[in-house]
């Protein structure tokens, strides 16, 4: 079948209702993450860019560099990130949409609510209010993460939650506080969880860990921990559950190839590293900021944001006391003036971010090719739905509340300090 047919068809099938009533007339082909995270296992040793759009730039850049790689993509904003950028869990899914139909982009691109944070029980109740508004404005997949809570009330809160979410969306769940090379989720924590769900009948695509990652812009420790996330993925492999990575920015390009090559992980967060690209800021290997002897930024004279803009951009920061991992809160403020500048200007930002992830999605991370095989999942099911890959094998009886609560409490976890919601 050609790429043309393929995508045809595909689009014919593979939007999910709440897609196809916001966007009628769209060309976009929004899938579940479902769809996603199977494409990329059926491949196999790969996994594709959760690109993190701050700012319209970089959800345009990651589109082009998708569309070169005929990759699958995933499009995200984290819950805490809707309260310090421009783009939010309401609005993601139409500016994702919008650039797809601009910028002619067919390949599936899937619309992620990345770490819809529960901190506490009481938040519990907000959350089953505010997760179908999510779908309502057009995401295709989300994170729960109640990872900040004890284990019983973790794998509680997901079951609870579960019911708001619509079986045809993408699932990922967390286990383990982004918070470095401490707290390490262990194969007793991790299993609870995805097994306390498949006795209720959830099955998540991506389980995210705490395997030493840590989020921002700040090499920390060993990094990610490939070895521990192996065997928490192969003690999981009956429950047909992959892995995403989350912090990816701290580590090396090798060591990601080694997450893509050596787990199950399917789906790799890019956050901080894409926000900077996009500015102009100097990056390395590690996608991690440049700064000179005095912690400033090392911006780069003609690429991303102009001169003017930038100082702009310092000043306020000064001004604000930002600095570090913290100029994550000038992408509010700073919109309208990245919006306003030269057209010249606004397309080197998008051009810069593409090369970026391009690379890492070619060369990194094993994505390209993706694509077709996740418009081949929606034809041979002929529906945006593509069911689950998994089937329950624990027994209902063995997890209620009462054996969840008791179980917990023999569990082999050290939770270390407290840890990061922020992506």
């Known amino acids: 079948m050609g790429s043309k047919t393929l995508f045809t068809k595909a689009l014919?099938?593979?939007?999910?209702?709440?897609?196809?009533?916001?966007?009628?007339?769209?060309?976009?082909?929004?899938?579940?993450?479902?769809?996603?995270?199977?494409?990329?296992?059926?491949?196999?040793?790969?996994?594709?860019?959760?690109?993190?759009?701050?700012?319209?730039?970089?959800?345009?850049?990651?589109?082009?560099?998708?569309?070169?790689?005929?990759?699958?993509l995933i499009?995200?904003?984290?819950?805490?990130?809707?309260?310090?950028?421009?783009?939010?869990?309401?609005?993601?899914?139409r500016l994702v949409d919008s650039a797809c139909n601009s910028l002619g982009i067919t390949i599936p691109v899937a619309v992620h609510a990345d770490h819809y944070g529960l901190k506490s029980e009481s938040d519990v109740a907000a959350a089953k209010i505010e997760i179908p508004t999510l779908f309502d404005a057009g995401i295709t997949s989300i994170a729960v993460d109640a990872s900040h809570m004890a284990d019983d009330l973790n794998l509680l809160a997901n079951i609870e939650l579960n019911q708001y979410i619509p079986d045809w969306a993408g699932l990922e769940t967390e286990v383990g506080e982004i918070k470095g090379s401490q707290g390490l989720s262990t194969v007793d924590d991790a299993g609870f969880l995805i097994a306390g769900l498949n006795a209720h009948d959830i099955f998540p695509d991506w389980?995210?860990?705490?395997?030493?990652?840590?989020?921002?812009?700040?090499?920390?420790?060993?990094?990610?921990?490939?070895?521990?996330?192996?065997?928490?993925?192969?003690?999981?492999?009956?429950?047909?559950?992959?892995?995403?990575?989350?912090?990816?920015?701290?580590?090396?390009?090798?060591?990601?190839?080694?997450?893509?090559?050596?787990?199950?992980?399917?789906?790799?967060?890019?956050?901080?590293?894409?926000?900077?690209?996009?500015?102009g800021v100097e990056v390395n290997d590690y996608g991690n900021a440049i700064t000179d002897r005095e912690g400033n930024f090392n911006k780069v004279e003609g690429e991303g944001v102009s001169e003017e803009t930038w100082q702009r951009m310092v000043s306020l920061a000064s001004e604000k006391g930002w600095s570090g991992g913290n100029y994550k809160n000038l992408n509010l403020p700073v919109d309208n003036w990245l919006?306003?500048?030269?057209?010249e200007v606004r397309?080197?930002?998008?051009?810069?971010?593409?090369?970026?992830?391009?690379?890492?999605?070619?060369?990194?991370?094993?994505?390209?090719?993706?694509?077709?095989?996740?418009?081949?999942?929606?034809?041979?099911?002929?529906?945006?739905?593509?069911?689950?890959?998994?089937?329950?094998i624990e027994d209902p009886s063995a997890w209620t509340r009462e054996e969840i609560s008791a179980r917990a409490q023999t569990l082999d976890v050290d939770k270390g300090p407290e840890g990061d919601f922020d992506d």
């Open 207 to 279: 389980i995210a860990l705490n395997n030493g990652s840590a989020h921002g812009i700040e090499a920390n420790g060993e990094g990610i921990q490939v070895e521990l996330t192996a065997r928490i993925h192969e003690h999981l492999a009956p429950y047909k559950v992959s892995g995403a990575q989350h912090g990816t920015s701290g580590n090396n390009s090798d060591k990601l190839r080694q997450i893509a090559s050596g787990t199950n992980t399917t789906k790799a967060n890019v956050a901080t590293a894409l926000q900077m690209v996009s500015w």
């Open 75 to 93: 499009v995200e904003i984290a819950k805490s990130e809707s309260n310090y950028c421009p783009v939010n869990f309401w609005n993601i899914a």
């Open 12 to 72: 014919e099938v593979g939007r999910p209702p709440t897609v196809r009533k916001l966007f009628p007339n769209s060309r976009a082909l929004l899938v579940s993450g479902k769809v996603v995270n199977r494409a990329l296992a059926r491949k196999g040793q790969a996994m594709t860019m959760a690109a993190n759009g701050r700012n319209y730039f970089v959800i345009q850049g990651a589109l082009l560099a998708a569309q070169r790689a005929n990759a699958a």
């Open 339 to 343: 919006m306003g500048q030269p057209r």
């Open 347 to 392: 397309e080197r930002m998008i051009k810069r971010v593409e090369e970026f992830a391009y690379q890492m999605l070619v060369n990194v991370f094993n994505a390209s090719d993706t694509a077709p095989l996740a418009m081949e999942l929606l034809v041979q099911a002929g529906s945006h739905d593509i069911g689950a890959e998994a089937s329950r």
